[in-house]
């Protein structure tokens, strides 16, 4: 008897202590720090919790756990950090595999998923869920972008991606702008190392142009053994391939390459600038197009979180949706799915002193969105 | 297609073969000696390739690189022997598989600590850069006739040690008889620290002339490390004949394969399909050529004598 009133006091004195409080913001960030891809997720990282730290915002804390690449583990952390951390916002993912196993459970919860980079066809179309917002891109876009520039002066191309679900999408975004001729169309290993057999192939195909898609260390081993094959045509692909947490290790080699992206160093808006200095002088080395993702992603977060209540998920939905930020990226909205729609560049690789960075070239869209949207129906 | 097309992926293939037997051969020598499997191999390839990227980049020289790449993996290796592994020759396999399994995730976390996650730059040295033309007008990259010629000649020395020194006696002794040779007053404990050094040197050495081919990236080394258990387990667990023939058979598979299997499916579906099925099935090709291997001979294609 004493002891359970003693337990409905304590109870009670919880729950009162609960209420009087005020409840901050907790993000649960879940993300690759460790393994072949650790690079993408701690540039992830850096770049989320940069906005964080320069908003000053102390009611807002990051939970940031390390999910390896790996599906599994991913579910267990999302698990963990909804249930005994109750985080209101989960966010941070890079890879696709992952996000798909992770984010319809978590909206399924009623929580917020914000992406920074991953962004399959599959949550952008019928899949499409009020809760799921995407500050990247959609994982089409960058290819297609690439196909559209390639219709510039580019009659027969050679098509390379690993044998996944984004690499598929690859391929199938770049053709679905590309006009010309497909010479081969080659679906490598994921994580393949050497790429002789294929290069054979591009010397041997008659192509007047490479698009390759091979995100992390496999972009970086074929570059190198590209540069040294003999073969000379040109070789173009999305910014991740090229971006620049693998620039360093490719080397000269990769000087020349043209890439898509929404966002290069070299952006002349104050948005921009404040970003890179901020992120050189905290970090201490360039940011890559993930950083910049993530660091939007936070800003839509820190936007939201001024106007609404998490708790009341409509209110916070609505502020995020309206995208009152100032990006790096330049112009930056919601499409009715949830997914970017903002400006598409061309940059070419460059030397700029002793370091390789991406320069911009050319806008190849304005204000693009996805092929999936007007499938969403929320 | 060509037949220089198909000469230059039959060198491909040889190509990859050779590097698969620079990290198969330590790991069929440790294994045939010692009895050990030994998970943590791909991390003294990792441990080779990061110290010629990074004595490359401090010296400028891929050379004095290359010897640092020796160096480091045989000391690692030399080092773990005397720390850990040496405690795991009578325990059973399990044993052994969770505790290099642990050394894989200490080596990854540790080189991490020491290099941070960002993948190191190590190029191939300017003499070996570039094409040469071959006979019959093929192009081919110097640097892998290189990695070729590197390879024939570690098969070589390595069958001159092995058949002709005292070491390479001592080594064939220990294979066929451990508790023998060590009653025959042979410092039994040493000999296993020089082979798992010499094990390693070979990993590191392959480290380091690949990874001026690819990335020099934490965890590098595992892929590599399923490929090479492949090989010794086609060749025959404990052969250094068998792992290179092995190595050689799924270097060629592994490459004429990934070359010929799209363009056979494109005579009856759809390129862009052909591409897809085509590349998933030329990445279970070596599986397939090893589950037939093994259903006619069980022990690899060299067994070795013991055992």
Redesign the interface.
Known sequence: MNKSLAAATLALSLGVSGLAMAEPLKIGMITT????G??LG?DTRDGFMLAIKNSGNKEIEVVTEDDAQKPELAVQIADKMIQSDEVDILTGIVWSNLLMAVAPSAVAQGKLYVSTNAAPAALAGEKCNPLYFNAAYQNDNLHEAMGEYANKGYKKMFIMAP?YPAG?DS?TGFKRYYKGE?A??????V?Q??Y???I??M??SGADGIFIFLP??MG??FM??FA???VDIPVMGPGFSFSQ??L????D?ALGVKASGQWAPDFDNPASKKFLTDFQKEYNRLPSIYAVQAYDAAQLILSAAGKADVKDTDAFRAELLKADIQSPRGNFKFNTNQHPIQDIYVTEVVKDGDVLTNKTVEKIFTDHGDAYAKDCKM | MTLALALEQLLNGLQLGVMLFLMAAGLTLIFGVMGLINLAHGSLYMVGAFACAAVAAATGSFWIGLVASLIAAAAAGALVELLVIRRLYDRDHLDQVLATFALILIFSEGTRWLFGSFPLYLDIPPILGGAVMLPGGLQYPVYRLAIIAAGALVAFGLYVLISRTRLGMRIRAGESDREMIGALGVDIRTLYTVVFALGAALAGLAGAMVGALQSVQVGMGEPVLILAFVVIVIGGIGSIKGALFGALLVGVTDTMGRFLLPQLLALFVPPAQAGMIGGAAASMLIYIVMALILAVKPRGLFPAAHA
């Open positions: 720090l460790s393994g072949g650790a690079g701690i044998n598929k391929l497909v081969a169309e080659v679906y490598t290993q994580g190392t050497d002789a057999a294929e054979a192939q010397r041997a992390g260390g970086i081993a190198k053994q040294q094959s003999g947490d693998v360093p290790a490719i080397g080699a």
